[in-house]
């Protein structure tokens, strides 16, 4: 099973939600069958209950934990339950408001509740790849707008998780607004954290890791690499692309110039001046389309990192299998060597013996006695640690084949969005450029 | 075939006849009053003011300017140029001439033509030399462009009235090298020449005193217009570069979608797909970008280049009028000379008048020139922009049709599987 955490906060997810279609605990089977079918029906998930949306941002000041003024952003998060809705009802939705760091937060206890899951991205916490007109402030209206939408659409994720969204505390989340901090704080979630460098170490020294998981983790090292890049890319062809364009409106100005100083071709230079100012001018509403392309392609950049986190627990717990199992061996050995006083490979103990005489046999009874314990402690953690990577590799391949085909539906789709805003783009400038040669031909 | 012989008294470098052939086509006189005085330049005056249209029905004489050569000498490395010409006119002994030609020889019609028609708007060369270095004279792309130019000023000459009846214009385009080279050794000496150069300093300091009003108008136009086209040519130059930028970085766009697909496995399709397309788009972006230079920048260049022509028009006409003033003056305060005086005078007053009515004609066939040359390269220009577009359109929709079948595919999997 997944861990123990997450089998107690299923339960209590069960006893709490009365709304619940179909109501009663969820079978073993069904829960296997929902991770399944989390693409097809949603009729186990949060979303296919509640109404989610991030409505609203406002701003607000107030002091921070050092006691400054800092001005900060709040979000309005608004749920409906859904079968008041369909009842025919209006109801006014429930609403509170949430920081960007609140929904870090909840992030952050979901990826140690849920290690064996891709857990959806938040939008960035800084603008990056940003080109000269875009602003890198976080106060940025339009930067603002577009982290509300990224912050819809990771709640909106997360609620239609098969697993993700049974978990209390998104619940609490999302509709109680005071104390949903002490309450995560007292999942003592943070405590079951992995250290960066113990799981980086793991990777390199565990012996025999899965080797699909050895192979996910370097695709994603691959994504992350080139959806940077790509990004990059694109905020420099953008930047160019608004260059061209706006250079384009000085002929508006210059032919408007001219057309004072002529008789017959004042007319159509005047005009022809106006499409050029209107040319200038689109570039604008064509390049804010395009950032939401740039924003599908960083949820997948930040998501690659998730990916790797989930192979990289795969390696922490297969390693500390392995070590656990080691450790096991060299214990036995030493009771080995103990009861036959035969030494099989150097050992301290055994050099001290020969120097100094063997020690007594009480001592030596004692020694015994405590490898036994630990032989049977170790056999014990073996065997859990077994069991927690089988399940773990289970589980966690498990979504990471559902995320690998959200990811391949999410990026055709994105693909096409970018052919379809290159159409636009195109047809707006024949417009403009056959306005314009209309105006030139009667010149 | 009969023509006006011009008093050569009056213009002592002239050496042209009028040919028949334009007698013709005068349709719209000129209704300035002034004109009717002088009936021996009558006909010459109101010349220039036939239609364009009809201009190239009775276009009888076609020069081209090709096949750039280089020439390595001891003393220098030079440029020719091929310029052949077909003509009907019956002043020229031959049907079709090829004679080879370099920069120089250009200059050195530009300034007899100049000379002989001070006020008459002849069009211009391309430059001498490019501003950034002399090392970059012999670059390909500097050649065609210069190629082209000149091309194109010949063709003004020959389609010009009076231009294309000069007799310097005719050796220029029939003379083998070394018979151009002595005829250009003909003619007054560069003491005289340095004499006249000297008068119209003198003249430009004395200042002219009573300008007509339509030549202070003339003025005032060339001054904005001058303003206008080169904050055009900036402009479009400007573009140039940053469509080149923007091609830059379009190119290693594209590549990274084709080095993605290389990682993916159902994404290998549509990845492929968008690369592909970029990779088309940047073709067609270097073809526009191309046309702009190849066609715009000339054009808007020369223009440029037109109205600091126009400027030096009329600073001549103002020097020519500015010479007649002292001479006036002269008159009226001197007391002995009064008959040579007096015949000074007449001839500078004459000459003032065939200046203005010269360039008034001519005035409006350069705007009418200008008018057709530029409404033609901008919409070339504009015409490009929208095949630009609609290739693009057209690469992008085959992309997303490619797109909706595999989707549609898929669809069909899911159902059977």
Redesign the interface.
């Known amino acids: 099973m997944r861990n123990t955490a997450g089998t107690i906060i299923m339960a209590e997810a069960v006893h709490e939600e009365p709304a619940r279609i179909g109501g009663g605990k969820l079978t073993d089977t069904e829960i296997e069958n929902n991770k399944n079918n989390t693409m097809v029906e949603q009729s186990s998930t949060l979303l296919r209950r509640l109404e989610i949306s991030v409505a609203e941002a406002e701003k607000r000041t107030g002091k921070n934990t050092v006691n400054m003024q800092e001005t900060f952003t709040v979000y309005l998060i608004e749920t409906r339950p859904i079968d008041a809705i369909t009842d025919g009802h209006n109801p006014a939705p429930d609403s509170l408001w949430r920081r960007y760091s609140e929904f870090e937060l909840l992030r952050n206890y979901l990826l140690v509740t849920y290690p064996f899951i891709v857990v959806p991205p938040l939008p960035e916490k800084r603008a990056e790849f940003v080109w000269h007109k875009l602003s890198a402030d976080n106060l940025d209206p339009d930067f603002v707008e577009r982290r509300r939408v990224g912050l819809e659409n990771f709640l909106l994720r997360v609620a239609s998780h098969s697993v993700l969204s049974n978990d209390k505390i998104l619940y609490h989340f999302l509709t109680e607004e005071h104390e949903w901090k002490e309450v995560v704080y007292e999942t003592g979630f943070q405590a079951k954290a992995d250290s960066r460098i113990k799981a980086l170490s793991a990777t390199f020294r565990v012996k025999n890791p899965d080797k699909r998981f050895t192979e996910m983790r370097h695709y994603s090292d691959e994504l992350q690499s080139i959806t940077s890049q790509l990004l990059r890319v694109r905020a420099r062809v953008a930047d160019r692309l608004y260059g061209v364009y706006k250079v384009h409106g000085n002929y508006g100005r210059v032919f408007s110039e001219w057309s004072a100083i002529e008789k017959e071709m004042g007319d159509g230079l005047q005009s022809a001046g106006h499409h050029m100012d209107a040319y200038a001018a689109s570039v604008d509403d064509i390049l804010e389309e395009e950032e939401h392309y740039a924003d599908q392609l960083k949820e997948y950049l930040f998501y690659a990192e998730a990916l790797r986190a989930v192979c990289r627990k795969h390696e922490l717990i297969q390693y500390e299998l392995e070590t656990a199992s080691s450790d096991l061996v060299s214990k036995k050995h030493q009771r080995e060597e103990l009861a036959t006083g035969m030494v099989r490979t150097f050992s301290f103990k055994g050099m001290t013996n020969k120097l100094f005489g063997q020690e007594a046999p009480e001592q030596r009874e004692a020694r015994l006695g405590l490898l036994e314990e630990q032989i049977v402690e170790g056999e014990e953690t073996v065997k859990e640690k077994t069991s927690e990577c089988q399940e773990y590799v289970k589980d966690a391949w498990v979504d990471i084949q559902r995320f690998k085909e959200q990811k391949d539906r999410d990026l055709r789709e994105a693909l096409v969005s970018y052919a379809v805003m290159q159409i636009s783009m195109c047809k707006k400038g024949i417009q403009v450029w056959t306005n314009a040669k209309e105006c030139f031909q009667k010149m | 075939m009969s023509g006006t012989i011009v008093d050569s008294a009056v213009f002592p470098n002239q050496t042209n006849t009028m040919a028949a052939d334009i007698s013709g086509q005068m349709l719209d006189l000129d209704e300035d009053d002034d004109l009717e005085v002088f009936s021996k330049q009558a006909t010459r005056g109101s010349a220039f003011e036939f239609e364009e249209e009809e201009a190239s029905d009775f276009k009888d004489i076609f020069v081209t300017v090709d096949n750039p050569e280089s020439h390595i000498t001891a003393i220098e490395t030079f440029i020719t140029y091929r310029v052949l010409t077909k003509t009907t006119r019956s002043e020229f002994d031959n049907s079709e001439y090829e004679v080879r030609r370099r920069y120089q020889d250009f200059l050195w019609l530009k300034g007899k033509l100049e000379e002989a028609h001070p006020t008459l708007i002849v069009h211009p060369l391309p430059e001498k030399f490019v501003v950034k270095g002399m090392v970059e004279r012999f670059n390909g792309d500097f050649i065609e462009t210069r190629k082209n130019a000149l091309h194109r000023f010949l063709n003004r000459v020959a389609d010009h009235p009076i231009l294309s009846c000069s007799e310097d214009f005719k050796v220029f385009l029939t003379a083998q090298v070394w018979e151009l080279a002595s005829y250009k050794k003909q003619g007054p000496g560069l003491l005289s020449r340095m004499g006249e150069t000297v008068r119209a300093v003198a003249n430009s300091v004395r200042g002219v005193k009573n300008r007509p009003e339509e030549f202070t108008a003339m003025q005032l136009?060339v001054e904005?217009?001058s303003n206008?086209?080169s904050?055009?040519d900036k402009?479009t130059q400007?573009?140039v570069k940053?469509?080149k930028?923007?091609l830059?970085?379009?190119k290693?766009?594209g590549p990274?979608?084709t080095?993605?697909s290389g990682?993916?496995e159902?994404?290998v399709g549509?990845?492929k797909?968008?690369a592909g397309?970029i990779e088309r788009?940047c073709k067609e972006t270097e073809e526009q970008v191309n046309q702009l230079s190849d066609t715009l920048v000339p054009t808007l260049h020369e223009y440029v280049l037109c109205s600091e022509s126009l400027k030096a028009v009329l600073r001549r006409r103002d020097n020519i009028q500015a010479e007649f003033e002292a001479k006036n003056e002269a008159l009226a305060t001197k007391k002995v000379d009064q008959d040579a005086l007096k015949e000074e005078t007449d001839r500078l007053e004459d000459r003032v008048e065939w200046a203005n009515s010269a360039l008034k004609g001519d005035w409006g066939r350069w705007q009418r020139c200008m008018?057709g040359d530029?409404?033609s390269a901008?919409?070339t220009t504009?015409?490009k922009?929208?095949d630009?577009?609609?290739k693009?359109?057209a690469v992008?929709?085959t992309?997303?049709l490619s797109?909706r079948m595999d989707g549609s595919e898929d669809a069909e999997k899911d159902d059977s599987s």
Do not use: D, H, M, T
């Open positions: 136009y904005a217009f206008k086209i904050s055009l402009v400007r573009i940053e469509q930028e923007y830059g970085e379009l290693e766009f990274i979608y080095l993605w990682s993916e159902e994404l549509p990845l797909g968008v397309c788009c008018r530029l409404k901008f919409i504009a015409q922009n929208i630009y577009y609609e693009c359109q992008w929709e992309f997303l797109q």
